[in-house]
């Protein structure tokens, strides 16, 4: 068993920066990417950025050069740094881990809300 849990959400003004944390235990295998995912209210769950065991990063073209994803391997916890944030960027932030083997586990979700 698997558990990922988030923190870090909260009400913030636009143009404002937030921290988010995902701290993954239990019966963990090889991790290989850790990673953060959203989804407003009526819109379909999308990727904001994932980052490898190697170091590797990707994000959304929308989040580019705003946010910065890290990770501490040591503690099994994957970071995401949001800076200018904009209303448009009010979600649900689930936090994402994939094994190798193959296996993929989400975290419950923290709200972001990103209003004057």
């Known amino acids: 068993q698997v558990q990922l849990v988030e923190s870090g959400g909260g009400l913030v003004q636009p143009g404002g920066s937030l921290r988010l944390s995902c701290a993954a235990s239990?019966?963990?295998?090889?991790?290989?990417?850790m990673g953060w995912y959203r989804q407003a209210p009526g819109k379909q769950r999308e990727l904001v950025a994932t980052i490898t065991d190697g170091g590797v990063t990707n994000y959304a073209d929308s989040v580019k050069g705003r946010f910065t994803i890290s990770r501490d391997n040591a503690k099994n916890t994957v970071y995401l740094q949001m800076n200018s944030l904009k209303p448009e960027d009010t979600a649900v932030y689930y936090c994402?881990?994939?094994?190798?083997?193959?296996?993929?586990?989400w975290g419950q979700g923290t709200q972001v809300t990103v209003s004057s």
């Open positions: 994402d881990l994939k094994t190798n083997p193959y296996r993929r586990y």
């Open positions: 239990g019966s963990i295998s090889s991790i290989y990417a």
